[in-house]
């Protein structure tokens, strides 16, 4: 019985050697005016997100291809080569291009402060809190059908119960999958949002 259950365990680590070995990455570099901590900060200060998981080290996040499954990656910021770290843990090369605009508009990493940056240097109120957040940029939201559900979530008594709803339509219509210890959902789609009665949502 240990034997058998020492075979499962070796099996079960050559194949996670074998996807990390084929598994599929790519960088993105980084701009000038860009602190990893904020970001990392503010996508993990929730405890009720469900939309992406946080090992310590990466992020995960799971999002529609328009195939079957869909395509995990995770995330990080190496912050010696001023690169974002991506790894495609399923799906492939055709996601990179997906992906890559997903986390780039994730982490607000398009925007050029440089204009922004001189223009406070010569602003009373917002030059010292410049000098105290420097590379400050805001997390969005890429999908616009979320972005245009949380603008009417959030606007609830307290961030806290706003993000609790958001949880619950997560948990109610959206889709979930296991990946190693962890739960990763993606967002309900807007067609079987519409096809809910309102009962439906209270329920």
Known sequence: MISHQKEITRVSLCLHLITHILMYGFEISLPENFAWNYIHDYLTQNPKELLHVSDGDWLYRWLDNGLEGGTVFRAKV??????????????????????KNFVEEW??????????????KTDAILRPLAR???????????????CAVWSIVGQQVNISFASTLKSRLIENFGKRREWDSFSLWQFPKREKIAAMTPDDLKA
């Open 132 to 146: 105290r957040n420097p590379g400050l940029r805001i997390g969005g939201i890429p999908d616009l059908w979320e």
């Open 78 to 99: 190496e912050a010696e080569l001023n690169v974002a770290r991506i790894e495609v843990l399923e799906g492939g090369q055709e996601d990179g291009a997906m992906i």
């Open 107 to 120: 982490w607000d990493l398009k925007r050029d402060l440089s204009d922004f940056s001189e223009k406070v």
